[in-house]
């Protein structure tokens, strides 16, 4: 079960955000030292877009102002700026195995 | 452009079926596990199925096991989920993705299934 915190999060323009994700079991595989954890943007009417795998790689193309930290179980996106656009609902999910699970998602808005 | 696109959606009763597609375009199809994930109105995304390049690994969340089947035409860049025994609670916006194992950095806009009397 993956559960982010917190629900929904109203940041001023240019400020700092954060978002938690806590998985009810490790995702970090012993064999290659990887966590296997996942950060997704969507946007309303649209397919979610990759941010970040492995916990902290982002995607070509998304802005630097995003990254990902964390291991085991506990995990954090962090928007270092926010812009008007990251106005969306972020998602973790965890791909270590079948089933992958996705948490409950976090709504970010402007403040 | 790389693109996803799947079809096949639409207004199917209790009991009924419904074979969804997903068509690719810009990409080598056959170099990527494919995978089917769902998103009930106002809910969390919901992974479905997943199927390896060669299709010689499969897996079902288990609401869905004796009822869906997941299957791919390399041949023709395309991805297929044959959806029976159809339930109100399988009503959704079904998304097609791509990437390696079960991980997925390609979306693609998704097609809605409606399951009513």
């Known amino acids: 079960v993956m559960t982010q915190s917190p629900d929904s999060l109203a940041v001023s323009l240019g400020e700092r955000a954060t978002i938690n994700c806590k998985s009810s079991?490790?995702?970090?595989?012993?064999?290659?030292?990887?966590?296997?954890l996942a950060w997704y943007q969507q946007k309303p009417g649209q397919p979610p877009k990759a941010l970040i795998s492995?916990?902290?790689t982002r995607e070509s193309g998304v802005p630097d102002r995003f990254s990902g930290s964390g291991s085991g179980t506990d995990f954090t996106l962090t928007i270092s700026s926010l812009q008007a656009e990251d106005v969306a609902v972020y998602y973790c999910q965890q791909y270590y195995g079948a089933p992958v699970t996705f948490g409950q998602g976090t709504r970010l808005e402007i403040k | 452009e790389v693109q996803l696109v799947a079809s096949g959606g639409g207004l199917v009763q209790p009991g009924g079926s419904l074979r969804l597609s997903c068509a690719s375009s810009g990409m080598t199809f056959s170099d990527y596990w494919m995978t089917w994930f769902r998103q009930a109105p106002g809910k969390r995304l919901e992974w479905v199925a997943s199927i390896k390049q060669d299709g010689s690994k499969i897996d079902y969340v288990d609401s869905v096991k004796g009822r869906f089947t997941i299957s791919r035409d390399n041949a023709k860049s395309s991805l297929y989920l044959q959806m029976n025994s159809l339930r109100p609670e399988d009503t959704a916006v079904y998304y097609c993705?791509?990437?390696?194992?079960?991980?997925?950095?390609?979306w693609g806009r998704g097609t809605l299934v409606t399951v009513s009397s």
């Open positions: 993705g791509s990437g390696a194992g079960w991980y997925v950095n390609l």
């Open positions: 079991r490790s995702v970090l595989s012993s064999s290659n030292n990887r966590n296997y």
């Open positions: 492995w916990a902290s």
